[in-house]
């Protein structure tokens, strides 16, 4: 892998100078991975530029697609209105005529183009970032972040997923001051089975549970349920037959009643008859951990589903990086998930 583009297809938080410092430190990294870094001609823009030019944000990711010479695209941050380039990729069938074989990686909002992507055909990978990882603020990104991160960058895959023998508590002070300071770290308990057997396989699909609510009832933005049903963004029961899927809660520490609200739609919806089993990330800071586990299992009302709980993905630290769209076999006795090539 030789070159890197990094898109703002969400929050322009990136072109914000009190940001300075941390996309600095992130570039240093990934220069001395021997990578060309490529910040898309609007990244960079800002918050309220990012904000009100929808347009631009699909036209750097249809840019970065038909690129030859660019090898990945990574997302900056996530947001929640990446909906809105909707129009601009898929009313003339852009980013399908646009889309090319390259390695694309984000999560949060980017759930939303994660589905874009599933739609027009292309594997992804979900779980990390630019700015929450590649530029995290201790001297080095977080060991087990980085592991997958390497991993990925290297070989162009994911082989196998264990889990992190820590946790971190989330970083409240992200200014000049807090470079080079570490997080508070907690040991951790591994992958957690709920409900089912231990050992199911599937290709994963989902990402951020609020993300994926938002298809149906969303709290943002009134026409984003509409405007997804337009474009049939969200995949069909048929399309989740066999799937494994990944839930992961956002830093917005979702409401155990939300939460149960969103896993009845799903379930109306027809997801947990489809589905071989369920994946949820371990919350940030383990808030709510006890709630989610309950509604989880009193919600999809199904004993016989295997889910397992406790996944290093999503928006608590540390993250590993899953593929989307390649057999899975999940093995919580072995302390597994392991990917077919």
């Not at 601009?88 to 589905?115: C, M, P, Q, R, W």
């Amino acid at each position: 892998m030789k070159t890197i583009a990094v898109v703002s297809l969400s929050r322009g938080l990136l072109g914000e100078s009190k940001v300075k410092h941390e996309l600095e430190k992130g570039v240093k990294r990934l220069e001395d991975y021997g990578l060309e870094v490529r910040f898309m001609p609007h990244a960079l823009k800002g918050l309220k530029y990012v904000q009100e030019h929808p347009e631009d944000r699909a036209a750097d990711l249809l840019e970065a697609f038909r690129d030859p010479k660019i090898d990945m695209i990574l997302c900056a941050i996530g947001g929640n209105d990446t909906y809105r380039l909707l129009p601009y990729l898929f009313e003339n069938d852009e980013l399908k005529n646009a889309v090319s074989e390259k390695i694309f990686l984000g999560f949060s909002d980017t759930t939303v183009n994660h589905l874009m992507l599933h739609k027009v055909g292309l594997n992804t990978f979900y779980g990390q970032a630019f700015l929450p990882d590649v530029c995290e603020l201790d001297r080095e990104m977080l060991p087990y972040t980085k592991k997958y991160f390497e991993e990925l960058i290297t070989t162009g895959t994911i082989r196998e997923i264990t889990p992190s023998d820590v946790w971190y508590e989330s970083r409240t002070d992200f200014s000049v001051s807090a470079i080079d300071t570490p997080l508070i770290s907690h040991p951790d308990c591994g992958f957690e089975l709920l409900t089912g057997a231990p050992r199911f396989s599937g290709k994963i699909l989902g990402g951020c549970i609020e993300s994926l609510y938002d298809f149906f009832h969303s709290q943002y933005y009134d026409d984003l349920p509409e405007l997804c049903a337009k474009y049939d963004l969200f995949p069909s029961v048929e399309d989740w037959r066999g799937r494994i899927l990944l839930l992961e809660s956002s830093e917005l520490y979702m409401p155990p009643e939300d939460f149960r609200d969103a896993l009845r739609c799903f379930k109306s919806y027809g997801i947990f008859d489809a589905v071989s089993g369920v994946l949820f990330g371990k919350p940030m800071d383990r808030k709510y951990v006890s709630e989610y586990k309950q509604a989880l299992i009193e919600e999809i009302g199904k004993p016989e589903l295997p889910i397992v709980c406790n996944i290093n993905i999503g928006h608590a630290l540390p993250r590993c990086i899953i593929p989307f769209g390649v057999t899975a076999t999940v093995d919580a006795e072995k302390q597994t998930i392991t990917f077919e090539e």
